[in-house]
């Protein structure tokens, strides 16, 4: 699952099925009722993809990044990731195969706020036992790929929503994941953030050959996702790959 | 150890919760330091009490005279036993004694009393009668006899004042009597001292008995260290018993009081309990609070490939941390606390327990032992008490954890 190397067309690096997901449904139980969030999805997604996944509240946009990550099991069908079925992993295979081949971004960020910028970056590498010198390198080639070079002490409450938001796409791509799951990255940040955020990891997809699956509201991130994946009452409305 | 600065820093991040959880423990702690302190200062003092009032830390007696109290059980080899003791290093004194049942009588009236016969000066270094003696002196001359002042006043004597001793000798068990005179007249605050008990000198008890001048019916002995005294296992008891001896400890000369302060020592492991309970409870509510406020953090570090059992570590860790700060507080504000009472003293003076009437200011015992073995107590008690929370933690469903985002 190494990322091709780096390209100037982004159609040059589209290759190998990274996710497949098979009739997959997702029923929630509360009390005595039954929410089916997800009926019978079947999606397929190639490395290199630079997809956002949209719909309105309650479309199964969230309950579908959950199944595909793993932090969610679906009810039926069945998900793969590289070949691999997510619902046979043990938890422990889960949370070691997210660490190596996952990248998270998440809504409101999400950086742990007793670490630094600098901490934060590194801490997927120190549970993936990376000895330090590599570790610093790599936390300091993510953040000049993030623009945050010099606010590596700082901790995460004393950042903007926009430098936050960029710590975490840096700790996403630390771990030189194959896929990054992006959690409507760009809605807590004015349209001008928002914008540089999505042409910085668009630049990071055509660069690097790196997955993006998003899901999202954002008309800014609909508009240039190369595949945008309508989501609809928890099955696909429409499936449209972009020309550019 | 990222996740020991991770766990560190979590406990920092509010500060106030984590000092009034450490304050909480601390405070309970620093209570069973002194508790504990005091009660070790209470039995030491009782058993120097019970001890250096007469009785002697342990003795030696022939097998069956203790609960015979017969003359012809006499030790035999007394003169050898001295001179063993003496010359071990983990004895500080010994004295030999005679004991019987003397009637005793004066002018005015009559008492049966248990007559001891003494070595004044080898007694000296064992008991306190020289302490007790208010009239008089202790030194016992020849054909003196020291009464306590219940006795006295029964007898209607003082000192100066003839009384006559009348005991049964070994062998054909002849009534015998001689005429002594009180050379002294005590005062122990012991009412069984006080008004049953008489010194009379030991070569004086052998004649009168017809004893060999080497027969001995005790030997009352003081060690160096107190903890031989009451340790059962020790090799001295061994290496002086055999043959028709009985050698005992204070244990076993005054079994109520051995009770009583075992009976002490349940209620402080009771009160151990009670602190631990308080430890777990609060180590749990500390690590519950913390954790019901990073429930998405934690579905946050689940998702980026933390795996369960570091999440478990993680809180297992925080629970070291927490009750680490507990454990500074509550040592801190122990010693002092013990160290300012232990400096200054309770008064406790005529409180009479198991038998044992106190009668010197207890002074709480700081032991390392306490700084060490409650300390570790506090951390394993939280450290088994995180488990709970800890396995929460690691069993938290990522999605669940994160329901308002991904």
């Known amino acids: ?244 | 150890m990222y996740l020991v600065r991770l766990a560190w820093r979590n406990l920092l991040r509010n500060l106030r919760r984590t000092l009034l959880a450490g304050l909480a423990v601390g405070i309970g702690l620093a209570g069973l330091l002194f508790t504990d302190a005091l009660f070790v200062g209470l039995q030491e003092n009782m058993i120097r009490t019970a001890t250096e009032t007469f009785l002697g830390q342990g003795q030696i007696h022939r097998q069956g005279f203790r609960s015979h109290l017969e003359v012809e059980l006499a030790l035999s080899d007394g003169a050898e036993l001295m001179a063993r003791l003496d010359t071990d290093n983990r004895v500080r004194a010994a004295a030999p004694r005679t004991q019987f049942f003397a009637m005793i009588s004066s002018p005015a009236n009559v008492a049966a009393t248990s007559v001891f016969g003494i070595d004044p000066d080898r007694e000296h270094e064992v008991s306190l009668i020289h302490e007790a003696v208010e009239q008089g002196d202790a030194s016992l001359p020849s054909g003196g006899v020291l009464i306590g002042h219940e006795l006295a006043e029964l007898l209607e004597v003082e000192l100066g004042d003839r009384l006559i001793v009348t005991a049964t000798t070994t062998g054909a068990g002849e009534l015998t009597q001689e005429m002594v005179r009180v050379s002294g007249i005590f005062r122990f605050g012991a009412r069984s001292l006080d008004d049953g008990v008489a010194f009379v000198p030991l070569e004086f008890s052998r004649k009168l008995l017809e004893l060999s001048s080497s027969d001995l019916h005790e030997i009352a002995i003081q060690f160096r260290d107190l903890g031989i005294a009451g340790d059962r296992s020790h090799p001295f008891w061994r290496q002086y018993s055999g043959g028709d001896r009985e050698v005992l400890g204070w244990r076993d000369l005054l079994p109520e009081l051995d009770a009583m302060l075992e009976l002490s020592q349940f209620s402080m492991f009771v009160v151990l309990l009670i602190l631990f309970g308080v430890v777990a409870l609060s180590v749990i509510n500390t690590l519950f609070m913390s954790l019901h406020e990073r429930t998405f953090e934690f579905g946050v570090l689940r998702a980026v490939g933390t795996r369960p059992r570091q999440l478990f570590l993680l809180i297992v860790l925080e629970a070291a941390c927490l009750s680490l700060i507990s454990i500074a507080i509550g040592s801190l504000f122990g010693l002092t606390s013990t160290a300012l009472v232990a400096h200054t003293g309770i008064d406790y003076s005529g409180i009479d327990m198991a038998g044992v009437t106190i009668t010197r200011l207890v002074h709480p015992v700081i032991t390392v032992d306490q700084y060490v073995m409650f300390p570790a107590w506090v951390l394993g008690f939280a450290l088994v008490a995180s488990i709970y929370p800890a396995t929460y933690a690691a069993r938290m469903e990522p999605a669940q954890a994160m329901r308002r985002s991904l």
């Open chain 1, 1 to 244: 699952m190494t990322p091709p190397a780096s390209s100037s067309s982004p159609a040059a690096y589209i290759g190998d099925t990274l996710i497949r997901v098979e009739s997959a449904s997702r029923t929630y139980v509360t009390g005595e009722v039954e929410i089916p969030a997800l009926s019978e999805v079947s999606l397929t997604v190639s490395q290199g993809e630079f997809t956002a996944v949209a719909g309105p509240s309650g479309s199964g946009k969230s309950t579908l990044l959950n199944l595909i990550s793993g932090l969610d099991t679906p009810t039926a069908g069945a998900i793969y990731i590289a070949g691999r079925r997510v619902s046979d992993m043990t938890g422990t295979e889960l949370s070691d195969f997210r660490r190596d081949h996952m990248g998270f971004i998440f809504q409101s960020y999400n950086l742990i706020p007793v670490l630094s910028v600098t901490e934060n970056v590194e801490y997927i590498m120190l549970l993936q036992g990376v000895p330090a010198a590599e570790r610093r390198s790599r936390v300091e080639e993510a953040l000049e790929l993030v623009a945050l070079a010099g606010i590596s002490s700082r901790r995460p409450d004393q950042l903007s929503g926009g430098q936050q938001q960029r710590v975490a796409i840096a700790r996403a791509m630390v771990s030189q994941p194959n896929l990054i799951l992006a959690d409507e990255p760009t809605a807590n940040l004015d349209s001008a953030t928002g914008s540089a955020l999505v042409d910085m990891m668009r630049q990071i997809n055509s660069e690097r050959g790196v997955t993006f699956l998003f899901s999202t509201h954002d008309i800014m991130i609909m508009e240039r996702a190369r595949r945008l994946v309508t989501l609809r009452d928890g099955r696909i409305d429409n499936d449209e790959v972009r020309n550019e």
